[in-house]
């Protein structure tokens, strides 16, 4: 017998597909997908000691009813018994997954510290603050953007961004779009309402 050995962080970091997502990629309704899945899981297990993992999910109506999860070597088995358009457009869907889950990975690990700089400076950036910062110190807003969000690190653009975010803080400038409660309420009192702001 193979036997396939996960750490339990390998397995709660891996991408997954759920028995409902392979019922419409395999064009099938999902209770006669389960049915072939219950039928397929015994050589499964069989060759490689593991069985598929049952999950569940809720309807329209509110039922909880069963459905798997499967990694992409199991969804691949399961598929073996469709014919090759279905096997097709379910690596296609496996491939969008991969190419997801790098875009996620080329994140950078932040520290502590970084990251609660960057959750501050998202706070007080006001809308055309990523321009602005960008046009002075002469790079795409983009790349501002790329430090703002953590997928890239640049001394001079944090800096900016920074000192952009303590003087909108100091200056109180609105930090949500709207309008300021005190234009506000000097309207309402001028144009004769009672209302409070």
């Known amino acids: 017998m193979l036997t396939l050995h996960q750490s339990p962080a390998q397995a709660k970091n891996e991408q997954r597909i759920t028995s409902l997502e392979m019922a419409e990629i395999t064009q ?20 490689t000691g593991l069985k598929f993992q049952l999950s569940e999910y809720s309807d329209a109506s509110g039922r909880k009813l ?3 999860e499967f990694n992409q070597a199991e969804s691949l088995y399961i598929a073996s ?3 090759d358009e279905v096997r097709a457009r379910l690596v296609v869907r496996w491939m ?7 875009k996620l990975k080329r994140r950078l ?10 959750e501050l400076i998202a706070k007080y950036l006001i809308p055309g603050d990523q321009k602005s910062i960008a046009n002075k110190l002469g790079v795409a807003r983009r790349t501002v953007s790329a430090v703002k969000c953590g997928r890239t690190r640049s001394a001079r653009i944090m800096s900016a961004l920074i000192d952009q975010a303590v003087y ?4 109180n400038r609105q930090l949500v779009i709207g309008y300021a409660p005190d234009l506000l309420g000097q309207a309402i009192s001028r144009l004769g309402g009672g209302a409070h702001v």
């Not at 099938?28 to 060759?47: A, D, G, I, P, Y």
């Not at 510290?113 to 960057?118: F, G, K, N, P, S």
């Open 109 to 118: 690990k932040l520290r502590d510290d970084e990251r609660l700089t960057l």
């Open 168 to 171: 909108n803080k100091e200056q």
């Open 81 to 83: 018994k469709f014919n």
């Open 96 to 102: 969008q997954l991969e190419q997801e889950n790098s």
């Open 28 to 47: 099938t309704l999902h209770k006669n997908l389960l049915q072939s899945v219950r039928n397929q899981e015994v050589s499964w297990s069989q060759v």
């Open 66 to 68: 069963p459905m798997y």
